[in-house]
């Protein structure tokens, strides 16, 4: 079963809005990272927030963590076309035999519109 | 460098033919990993490796082997194609599989058919 849910699923937005993405998981972390995937591509890692972290932020992107909820957000700030992909949370594990697996979201697709 | 690589980018099977989705990384890469994206369903994990000679089962594993004999080689053979096969794969790498942050580092993945 999958350890993160994203929502929205679908997002569309005006280029210049900002867009907010959320991801809920169900078991404790170390870190949750975040993944942006464009149409056909593989995915790219975007920015990683540690379990003892509240926000962090890395040019126009902004995470915040709330463990109590189990949930992260992203906020993609001043969006431009270029930002049209589908985006993941993938939160990290071990295995038993202590190996790490990362898990990942169902992802929201967000379009920019120009 | 090249990174993650992938061969092919697409395949047609027939139900119960097999065939090997190559995967290659030439960062040096302890952790490599397999996973296949449906759509509504987002990555799942098929097998993993943390190094030369060890690997292990993930989420999904069942109709699909891999093996690991050098560092940079993470192959993925499916033994006897099934239309529920049909997917996309990905391969992955991490600097190591025992650390507790990996950024992973994803090739453009294998779009196979399976008819």
């Not at chain 1, 056909?40 to 972290?53: A, F």
């Not at chain 1, 990362?102 to 697709?109: D, I, L, S």
């Not at chain 2, 190559?22 to 994990?45: F, K, V």
Request: hydrophobic content about 30%; overall charge positive; some cysteine.
């Amino acid at each position: 079963s999958q350890q993160g849910e994203e929502d929205p699923q679908a997002l569309s937005i005006q280029e210049g809005e900002n867009a907010t993405m959320n991801c809920s998981y169900k078991t404790s972390i170390n870190n949750l990272q975040w993944y942006r995937q464009n149409s056909g591509r593989g995915l790219v890692h975007l920015i990683l927030i540690r379990s003892n972290e509240r926000e962090k932020h890395s040019g126009r992107l902004r995470v915040t963590l709330d463990t109590s909820k189990k949930s992260s957000s992203l906020l993609i700030t001043a969006s431009r076309a270029a930002d049209t992909a589908s985006y993941f949370c993938a939160t990290d594990g071990f295995f038993s035999g202590g190996y790490q697996k990362v898990t990942f979201g169902t992802g929201t697709k967000l379009q920019v519109i120009p | 460098n090249a990174g993650v690589t992938q061969t092919p980018k697409f395949q047609v099977l027939k139900t119960g033919q097999s065939m090997t989705l190559q995967c290659a990384q030439d960062m040096n890469h302890e952790y490599m990993s397999w996973y296949r994206q449906d759509p509504g369903m987002g990555l799942r994990l098929i097998h993993y490796s943390v190094g030369a000679g060890i690997t292990d089962q993930g989420e999904v594993p069942n109709g699909y082997n891999v093996s690991r004999s050098t560092t940079e080689d993470f192959p993925l053979r499916l033994l006897s194609a099934a239309p529920s096969q049909t997917s996309v794969y990905f391969c992955a790498s991490s600097l190591s599989g025992t650390r507790a942050y990996n950024e992973q580092f994803f090739g453009p993945g294998t779009r196979l058919t399976v008819l």
